[in-house]
Structure formats: structure tokens, C-alpha cells
């Protein structure tokens, strides 16, 4: 926010504190951040009893705006209006604990207040459609995916319907025409869950690898100086070949060998309901329309509902890593929340992911008999 950065500066620190005077902002990519050391990573945090420095000694509300926003993300969506939702990379987030929204809607809206809400989804983000077509696409979503019994379908429903919905002219979308749609999207799952299931071609494997990766990278590690550039981009390249393993990519995650997860050899076994954490994500996503705009990327109405199809294979991937590298053969809720909580991490908010080239990976992993072989080798 303006003038978040010189207020930070500002804070007046005891002469004798090892903050007075301290390099506690860094600039990166045309963004501020708080400055991080490899002993503490963030700079303000108090390793003898794990709290903030700023908070200690002078209140919540001198904390820089993220920091007190987490773990909330509020994102502008139609004209004056904004939505929150609470971040899956938060463990308390994950476990569906803390406080309800309803009950923090008092903060919420003085932090949605110090937002600039004039704009909101624009008629390049709307794809011209009216805001009453979006919402009943939204609407048809959340209410037809339980209805399939496997995760695969669903996330080939989302794929498929995308497809038809840039099929189609604006004016032709309504409530009825969504209902009639439905049963033919169903037969072509059907259809395709009834093949043999086929391997992914080297390119198509290396795509969905380097994306990957993408969305496991964590660059903090390199700006707090816990990693270096040339160590990620080594991980990075072992990743997309099928070697190596996501710790190197980020220090917070599960260490392990990624052929361990024989990731194109089929499905590991789970029970039905272990990826109800990543549905209560994609719902949560629809619904606060953090799928497009501002909540994610910038990216328009199709293109943002695109992205979500491909977090489905995206997840069960990290989650059969992880599996596999408990030497399990089979995939746990555990698994499932770790790779929630990695995947949601970056989506919406790494500027790579918007790039040219990873929307081009995107474009070549979803089309439909790509995606198809994606989702049900992996």
C-alpha cells in the first residue's frame, strides 16, 4: 500500500536494538518486501519466543498490512466490491480452524477499505459477459462437480466445459443452456474415462514437470539468502527431466526423490474422500471469484477457469510425492493438505506463472485428449 514501505522505515527502534538502523526492506521485482536472514528468516521475528519484534513493541497495528492481512487474501472482484478468503498454505486455514469471516468482518472491511476499489473485473476480464452469466456459471460448477464420483472427472469436467464455454457467443449463455450442456459433458467423460489409459509423450511429460516445478519454487529462499539462484535453477532443470526432488526447489518442503513417485506410471490408490481438502479449495476459489482478476494473476474469465482444471493433476502430484516418499503406496489426507498447501502457495500469486511461455505449457497440457492422459497416468 502507499506509504506502507516509509512507515515501516520509520518505526523508532532503541538505539541499542539490532533492527536501529538495519536493512529491514528489500526490493524485488518492482515490490517491497520485509528483509530475511537465514536464522530467523524474516527480520522482525523474535527466535526466543517466535513473535513478531513489531507487534511486541508497537502493536498489531503498526505491522506492515500483508502480515496482518495473513491469513486472509481480499481481492477486488466486480465494480466497489472485493472478496476474502482464508489461504490454504496456512496451516489453520487447512484444518478448517480459527475464527469465522462473519465474525471478523469488522477488520476485514477496514482492511478492504484501504483498497482502491473503483475498478473491478473489466470487460476483458469478464470476457463480455454480463455479471449474472458469470455467477451462473460459478453457481453450475460448485453444483454439478460432486456429482461425479471420481476426482478425475472432475477435473476433466472443468477442462471440457471451458472448452465449450470459448465455443460459445455471450449472448447464448444462460441457466437453461448450462442444464442441456451438462449431460453431454457427462457422456464425453464417460467416454474418455473408458479408454485405455495412455502415457503422456516425453513433451507432454516435460510440460507438465517444468510447470510443476514452477509452482513448487520458491524464490524467498533466494531473496533471504538461503539459497542461491544457480542452485534453483539446477533443481529446477532436475525437476523437469524427472530427477531430484522439491526440497531443493524450497526449503519448506518434504524432502524426497521424485522417482520415487513414478509419476506417469498410473494412479496410486486412495480413498474417495482424501482430496476433499483440494475441492473445498476450488470451491472456495469459485465462489469468491479468486479464480480471475486480481485473485489471480490478473487472468481473464476463461483463462482463470482453465487454471483451475490444471491444479487437480498439479495436486495429485505433489500428493503422490509425498506418498511415495514415505514409502506408502497409498495417498493419505496428509499427503493432500502438504500438497494443498504448496500448490495454493503460488497460485494467483507468482508472476512466473503468468509469463508467456507457462501460459503456452498450459495451453499444450489442456488439450482435451492431453489432458485426459495427464489426469489419469499421473
Known sequence: MPGEAERIL?????????????KVLLEHGGKTYTAHNKETGCVFLNLSNGRCRIHEQFGAAAKPLGCRVF???????????????????????????????????????????????TGGFDE??????????????????????????????????ISLFCDWLS???????DREVLGKMFLLLKEQI??????????????????????LGLYMRRDEDVLNHRAGRLGRTVALTNVVMGMGGFHKLGLSHRAGKLRRAKMFA?????EPATFQLFWRMIRTKLESFQFM????????????????????????AVAKYSAANRESSRIEADDVDFAVAAIEHSFGRLAVLNQPFTRSLEKLLLEPRSFVNLVRSI
Open 190 to 211: 464417460e467416454a474418455a474415462m473408458n479408454l485405455p489409459i495412455k502415457r503422456p509423450g516425453m513433451v507432454h511429460r516435460m510440460a507438465f514437470r517444468t510447470l
Open 293 to 316: 482478476g486480481e485473485g489471480n494473476n490478473g487472468r481473464n474469465f476463461l483463462d482463470g477457469l482453465k487454471s483451475l482444471a490444471l491444479l487437480y493433476p498439479l495436486t495429485l
Open 71 to 117: 491469513p486472509f487474501q481480499i481481492s477486488e472482484t466486480f465494480a466497489g466490491e472485493a472478496s476474502v478468503v482464508g489461504r490454504f498454505d496456512c496451516p489453520t486455514v487447512l484444518q478448517n480452524l480459527g475464527e469465522l469471516h462473519s465474525d471478523q468482518l469488522g477488520e476485514l472491511r477496514q482492511y478492504a477499505a484501504k483498497m482502491d476499489l
Open 167 to 173: 465455443a460459445m457467443q455471450s449472448d447464448e449463455l
Open 124 to 157: 476483458a476480464a469478464r470476457c463480455h459477459l454480463d455479471r449474472a452469466q458469470i455467477e451462473a456459471v460459478v453457481e453450475f460448477l460448485v453444483m454439478m462437480l460432486p456429482g461425479f464420483s471420481r476426482d478425475e472427472e472432475r477435473a476433466i469436467f
Open 10 to 22: 520509520k518505526l523508532a527502534w532503541g538505539k541499542d536494538d539490532p533492527l536501529s538502523g538495519a
Open 266 to 270: 498410473g494412479p496410486m490408490p486412495h
